[in-house]
T-cell receptor, first 113, second 114 residues
Framework: GDSVTQMEGPVTLSEEAFLTINCTYT??????LFWYVQYPGEGLQLLLK?????DKGSNKGFEATYRKETTSFHLEKGSVQVSDSAVYFC????????????FGSGTRLLVRP | DGGITQSPKYLFRKEGQNVTLSCEQN?????MYWYRQDPGQGLRLIYY???????QKGDIAEGYSVSREKKESFPLTVTSAQKNPTAFYLC?????????????FGSGTRLTVV
């Protein structure tokens, strides 16, 4: 079935630093790919998505590009803010998982002033 | 505005008692899901339902039960058979079977056994 691997956290950055959170997936065919964000004590919110190869999802300054050749969907942001501190989940959704989202373990980001 | 509502936000239960967590959505979504999240951990799927009057076990269904009598509602019962029920519970819903659709999540219920 589908699976996903995220870089382990916590990731600690200073404000205005560049962020990369790595995500690689295993799936047959063309899964859609999602990034979700979870702020402390809350549910998950959809951050961005991409549904086919070479698509770039973007939202709130975050970006991720669907790289089928490397089966990756790395999350990036050019300049992080303290308010970006949260847990980030990568999740493919494809045929092999009966179209259920498969969540990674999550990566905690801590941004310091 | 459409959304998914979980209640209560905090719930306390004595050992040996069953407790039911509510999840309601007005998004007209067909599929609904229940996840458990432990501190510092990812999400684990408990049960899911893709259509009314039908549901399937997820990865950690033991000690839990669900029903799906209405499209809008997918309550989760944590039974006394669940040995370690203290956790954060998340409900989600989704439209369609296709891959382009993500999930909409509720704000969660934090259950504590006292």
């Amino acid at each position: 079935g589908d699976s996903v691997t995220q870089m382990e956290g916590p990731v600690t950055l200073s404000e205005e630093a560049f962020l990369t959170i790595n995500c690689t997936y295993t799936a047959t065919g063309y899964p859609s790919l999602f990034w979700y964000v979870q702020y402390p004590g809350e549910g998950l919110q959809l951050l961005l998505k991409a549904t086919k190869a070479d698509d770039k999802g973007s939202n709130k300054g975050f970006e991720a590009t669907y790289r089928k050749e490397t089966t990756s969907f790395h999350l990036e942001k050019g300049s992080v803010q303290v308010s970006d501190s949260a847990v980030y989940f990568c999740a493919p959704r494809g045929r092999d998982s009966s179209y259920k989202l498969i969540f990674g373990s999550g990566t905690r980001l801590l941004v310091r002033p | 505005d459409g959304g998914i509502t979980q209640s209560p936000k905090y719930l306390f239960r004595k050992e040996g008692q069953n407790v039911t967590l509510s999840c309601e959505q007005n998004l007209n979504h067909d599929a609904m899901y229940w996840y458990r999240q432990d501190p510092g951990q990812g999400l684990r799927l408990i049960y899911y339902s893709q259509i009314v009057n039908d549901f399937q076990k997820g990865d950690i269904a033991e000690g839990y039960s669900v029903s799906r009598e209405k499209k809008e509602s997918f309550p989760l019962t944590v039974t006394s058979a669940q040995k370690n029920p203290t956790a954060f519970y998340l409900c989600a819903s989704s439209t369609g079977q296709g891959t382009p659709y993500g999930y909409t999540f509720g704000s969660g219920t934090r259950l504590t056994v006292v």
